[in-house]
C-alpha cells in the first residue's frame, strides 16, 4: 500500500509540474484507437437491431475495460519481481498519465487569454478543443461559461475520480477508470448510431462515478471555502440543481460551481447542428465573467489536493 501511495504522490507531481507534454504517447489515445477497432468490427458482427447493438456495445466494453486493468496489473507484477523501485518508477509513470489536473486548467487558460485580449475568434477555437458543443455562435459569455463548465465538471473525471481509483488499487485500476470514462465520452450518446450501442458504456460510467462525483463536488465546497467563496450558498444549490442533467453525475460538480461562483451555469447547447434544451445550474447573481476561468482553475487546484490527501490517507486505513 505504502509503495502504491509513494507511485500515486510522484504521479500526481509530475502531472503538477508537465501536464500532458504534445506528441507523447498516451493510454487514453491508445484506449481510444482500441474502441474505434472493435466498434467497426463489432458492428459487422451483430446485427443492427436494438438488442444486436446493446450486445456488441457490451462485447466491446468488456474487451477494452478488461485489458486496461489485466495488462497493467500482470506487467507492474513482473517488474516487481525484477525491483520494486522498477515498478515505483513504472507505477508513477502510469499514474502521472491517469491524471488530468494541469492539463484541464492549462487549456482552459488558453480560453482565459484569447478572451483577455479580446479575440473572440481564437476564444471559440480555444475551447472548442475542450467541450463537445458547437462554438462558432458563443458571444464572450457563453465562451466563458463553457470553459467553466468543463473545468467543473472534469474536475470529477479527470482528477478526483482518477485519483478515488488510483488511490484504492493503484494504476491498474486507474487504468482501468480511464477505459471506462473513454468509452461514456466516444459511445455513450442518446442519439443514433450510439442510442443503444453505447448504453452499457454510459451506465457503467455512471455507476464507477457515482461516488467520485459526489466526493468532488463536496471537496470544490471545501476548497471553496478555504477560498473565502461562498460555501453555504454552494451547498444550497449543489442541493437544489446536482440533477439538472442527463446524467446522475456531471451536474454534482457543475452545481457546487455555480454556487460558489454565484453564476448560473449550463443551459440551451448546440451539438453537431442540434440545439438540446438543458436547465439551467445555479443563480443568475451576476454576469459571468472572464475571471471566473482563473477562479474556477485555483478551485480545481486546492480541490485535487484536498482529495490527495483525504483519498491517500484513507488508503492507508485499508487492509490491502
Known sequence: MKWRLLALLIGFCIDLAVGDPPGLPHPVVA???????????????????????????????LLVALPALLVPAAVLWALGLISPWLRLAAESLLCWQVLATRCLATEAMKVYRALQTGDLTQARQAVSRIVGRDTARLDEAGVTRAAVETVAENSSDGVIAPLFFLALGGAPLGLFYKAVNTMDSMLGYIDPPYTYFGRTAAKLDDVFNYIPARLSALLLLAAGGLMGLDPARGWKVFRRDRYKHASPNSAQTEAACAGLLGVRLAGDAWY?????????????????????????????????????????????LLPF
Open 31 to 61: 484506449m481510444g484507437r482500441q474502441i474505434s477497432f472493435w466498434e467497426k468490427r463489432l458492428r459487422r458482427l451483430f446485427p443492427a437491431t436494438p438488442a444486436g447493438e446493446k450486445a456488441a456495445g457490451t462485447l466491446l466494453w
Open 272 to 316: 453537431k447542428g442540434v440545439l438540446h434544451k438543458k436547465p439551467y445550474i445555479g443563480d443568475d447573481i451576476r454576469p459571468i465573467a472572464p475571471a471566473d476561468i482563473p477562479l474556477v482553475c485555483r478551485l480545481l487546484y486546492l480541490a485535487a489536493f484536498l482529495a490527495l490527501v483525504l483519498l491517500g490517507g484513507g488508503a492507508l
